[in-house]
C-alpha cells in the first residue's frame, strides 16, 4: 500500500530551529512537497525535491533521500507566524499526490 | 503566476438544497482539477480528480450522485453539493495543475455550513 508517515504535532520555541521528518513508501515516485497551512485556510506551497539533497529556501530548507524514502523540512529562525501545520505529500506514479496527515507545530515564545 | 480562485469563499445553505463552488485558474491553464474536503483538525481528503472534457474520478467512499463535478473547461471546475446535509459542512479546497506542472495550486478554500 502507500503510506506517508510524519509526526502528529510537535513544539518549538521562537528563535530556535525545527526539523520535520515525512518517511514514505509509494508505488512510483514523482516528487516530494512540503505545504504550510494555516487554520482555517488552503494550504500553502513551500517546497518540491525530486533528486537527493538539500533545497534552501530562506528559512526554510528541505531534504530528500529517495533510497530511504525519506524528507525533512527544516525551519530556521522560528517565528510566532511558523505555527501551522506542515504537509508532506509525495506525487506518486500517476503524479497524484499523496498527503500525510500534516504535523501541526506550535511555536512558543 | 499560478493563480486558483474559489467562489463562493464561505457558504450558509439549508439542509436539503444544493450549493455549487466554482474553482478558476486565473493564469494558467489547468488540465487537472482536484478537490478535496478538510474536517476541522484533520488532514485534506482528496475527493476527486477532473481533467478538462472527460468524467471525473472519485475516491472510494465519495458519492458520485451526491457531488457533481464538472470541468468544462481548462479554466473552470464546479464542485455541487447536491442534497446538502448537516454532515457535509466541510472545507472544501480545490486545486489546479497545469499540463506540464507538477505541483498543484491551492485555492482558498470555501466553507461550507449546512444548517
Known amino acids: 500500500g502507500q503510506n506517508i508517515d510524519q509526526p502528529t504535532e510537535m513544539t518549538a520555541t521562537e528563535g530556535a530551529i525545527v526539523q520535520i521528518n515525512c518517511t514514505y513508501q509509494?508505488?512510483?515516485?514523482?516528487?516530494l512537497f512540503w505545504y504550510q497551512q494555516h487554520a482555517g485556510e488552503a494550504p500553502t506551497f513551500l517546497s518540491y525535491?525530486?533528486l537527493d539533497g538539500l533545497e534552501e529556501k530562506g528559512r526554510f530548507s528541505s531534504f530528500l533521500s529517495r533510497s530511504k524514502g525519506y524528507s525533512y523540512l527544516l525551519l530556521k529562525e522560528l517565528q510566532m507566524k511558523d505555527s501551522a501545520s506542515y504537509l508532506c505529500?509525495?506525487?506518486?506514479?500517476?503524479?497524484?499526490?499523496?498527503w500525510g496527515a500534516g504535523t501541526k507545530l506550535i511555536i512558543k515564545p | 503566476g499560478a493563480v486558483v480562485s474559489q467562489h463562493p469563499s464561505w457558504v450558509i445553505c439549508k439542509s436539503g438544497t444544493s450549493v455549487k463552488i466554482e474553482c478558476r485558474s486565473l493564469?494558467?491553464?489547468?488540465?487537472?482539477m482536484f478537490w478535496y474536503r478538510q474536517f476541522p483538525k484533520q488532514s485534506l481528503m482528496l475527493m476527486a480528480t477532473s481533467n478538462e472534457g472527460s468524467k471525473a474520478t472519485y475516491e472510494q467512499g465519495v458519492e458520485k450522485d451526491k457531488f457533481l463535478i464538472n470541468h468544462a473547461s481548462l479554466t473552470l471546475s464546479t464542485l455541487t453539493v447536491t442534497s446538502a446535509h448537516p454532515e457535509d459542512s466541510s472545507f472544501y479546497i480545490c486545486?489546479?495543475?497545469?499540463?506540464?506542472?507538477?505541483?498543484?495550486?491551492f485555492g482558498p478554500g470555501t466553507r461550507l455550513t449546512v444548517t
Open positions: 493564469d494558467f491553464q489547468a488540465t487537472t
Open positions: 525535491n525530486v
Open positions: 486545486s489546479a495543475r497545469g499540463r506540464s506542472e507538477h505541483e498543484q495550486y
Open positions: 509509494t508505488s512510483g515516485f514523482n516528487g
Open positions: 505529500a509525495v506525487s506518486g506514479g500517476n503524479y497524484q499526490l499523496i
